[in-house]
Nanobody, 124 residues
Framework: QVQLVESGGGLVQAGGSLRLSCAASGRTFSSYAMGWFRQAPGEDREFVAAISATGDYTYYADSVKGRFTISRDNGKNTVYLQMDTLKPEDTAVYYC?????????????????WGQGTQVTISS
């Protein structure tokens, strides 16, 4: 069982930056692939970024490639999402998710554990 708690959301102007954190419970964090997803009002939850258990592999949605960076610190049981050059269309609730495994996974249905989400709002 893994419990996930996101933090770092907020309101920023377009062009600004935010860093999201996701703290995980448990002693086997390094066995879990992690992902970030987001959901805007009235929209389906969509993939943003994923990182393998060791951090060797990362994947990004085309919409955030070059602007967002996913990373993890297995010693701190934490995964991060650095978001730069933010746009109004990045506004959403951002969720982190965990899946036991050593790949990097991009589908909502592949993840077993989810955080409660953190709101990110980008003003124009």
């Amino acid at each position: 069982q893994v419990q996930l708690v996101e933090s770092g959301g907020g309101l920023v102007q377009a062009g600004g930056s935010l860093r999201l954190s996701c703290a995980a419970s448990g002693r086997t964090f390094s066995s879990y692939a992690m992902g970030w997803f987001r959901q805007a009002p009235g929209e389906d939850r969509e993939f943003v970024a994923a990182i393998s258990a060791t951090g060797d592999y990362t994947y990004y949605a085309d919409s955030v490639k070059g602007r967002f960076t996913i990373s993890r610190d297995n010693g701190k049981n934490t995964v991060y999402l650095q978001m730069d050059t933010l746009k109004p269309e990045d506004t959403a609730v951002y969720y982190c998710a965990a899946k036991r495994g050593y790949g990097a996974y991009i589908h909502v249905s592949e993840y077993y554990f989810w955080g409660q989400g953190t709101q990110v709002t980008i003003s124009s």
